[in-house]
C-alpha cells in the first residue's frame, strides 16, 4: 500500500491506498485521531483498511499534529470542543472534495478513537451521507460532557475564560451535535462501538446507555449495531477491538 502526505485545503492528512490505485474508485473511510495525538497514530487502522482494497484519509485534526500551536494540556483541553466541532466542518470539505476527485466508491465511512470517536458521534448527527461509524471510545453526551469537564477544571481552581452567556451559547451548540437528543438523526446506518469497561477518561456507562437506548431505532436492522466492551480494559484500544473496527468499516462501507 501507499501512504502519501497531503494537504487538502488547510487539512494535512495522511492518504493512504491500495498500490496503483490512486486515481481509482475505491470504498473509503476517513478515521479521526484522539486529543493531544495526530493523524500519524491511527496508521495501524488505515493499514488493516487499505489491506481489504480501501482508500483511507488520516487528518490532523485543529491544533495537533501539523497544526499544533505549542498549547500546553490544559490550554488544550479548554479548547476541545473547538477541535471536535472543527473536525466535524472540516469532514464536510474533506466529502467535498473526495467526490470531485471521483476517488470515493459509493459514500464514505467513518471512525475515530477517543476524541475522535466522540467526532464521529456529532458528525452522524450532521451528515446523512455517513455510510458507516466506528466509534472507539467516544460520547455521545456532548452537553453532559462538556458540563463534566467545565465542574472538572472550576473543582481545582480555574477560572473558565468564558461569561455565563458564552457557556449557555457554547452548550445550545453542542446540543445541536449531541447524539442522546438525536437518535433518529442516525436512521439505522452501521455503527460500531468499542469501549473499555475500565476507562476513566471518557466513562464506559454513559456510552453504553446510549446504545441500549439505540437499539429501539434499529429493531429492524439489529445487525447494523454491535457495541464491543471489554471488562479489563482502559483508555486503550485492544487489538481484537481494532481489528473488529476496521473490518465493520470494510464490510458496511461497501454495502
Not at 187 to 195: A, D, E, G, L, S
Request: net charge negative.
Amino acid at each position: 500500500m501507499i501512504v502519501e502526505r497531503e494537504k487538502w485545503n488547510n487539512i494535512p492528512l495522511l492518504h493512504i491506498y491500495p498500490e496503483g490505485k490512486k486515481n481509482e474508485s475505491l470504498h473509503t473511510a476517513v478515521f479521526f485521531h484522539g486529543h493531544m495525538s495526530a493523524k500519524e497514530h491511527n496508521l495501524h487502522y488505515a493499514y488493516q483498511m487499505a489491506e481489504k482494497g480501501m482508500r483511507v484519509l488520516l487528518p490532523d485534526a485543529h491544533l495537533h499534529g501539523e497544526r499544533e500551536e505549542g498549547l500546553d494540556e490544559v490550554q488544550m483541553s479548554l479548547r476541545f470542543w473547538e477541535v471536535v466541532l472543527t473536525s466535524i466542518e472540516e469532514l464536510a470539505y474533506i466529502h467535498k472534495t473526495i467526490h470531485e476527485k471521483q476517488w470515493a466508491k459509493g459514500e464514505l465511512g467513518i471512525g475515530g478513537t477517543s476524541m475522535g470517536g466522540i467526532t464521529t458521534l456529532g458528525a452522524l448527527t450532521v451528515y446523512p451521507w455517513i455510510k458507516a461509524a466506528a466509534v472507539m471510545m467516544g460520547a455521545p453526551n456532548y452537553v453532559q460532557l462538556a458540563k463534566a469537564q467545565m465542574a472538572q477544571f472550576e473543582s481545582k481552581g480555574f477560572k473558565l475564560p468564558i461569561t455565563d452567556e458564552e457557556r449557555k451559547q457554547m452548550l445550545a451548540t453542542l446540543a445541536r451535535f449531541d447524539a442522546t437528543k438525536n437518535k433518529g438523526i442516525f436512521n439505522k446506518r452501521p455503527v460500531f462501538f468499542w469501549h473499555g469497561e475500565q476507562d476513566t477518561t471518557v466513562p464506559y456507562s454513559p456510552t453504553f446507555s446510549f446504545f441500549k437506548a439505540l437499539k429501539e431505532e434499529y429493531e429492524e436492522v439489529p445487525e447494523h449495531l454491535h457495541f464491543m466492551g471489554e471488562k479489563e480494559a482502559g483508555h486503550a484500544v485492544s487489538r481484537p477491538g481494532m481489528l473488529a473496527a476496521t473490518r465493520w468499516l470494510a464490510e458496511h462501507t461497501a454495502e
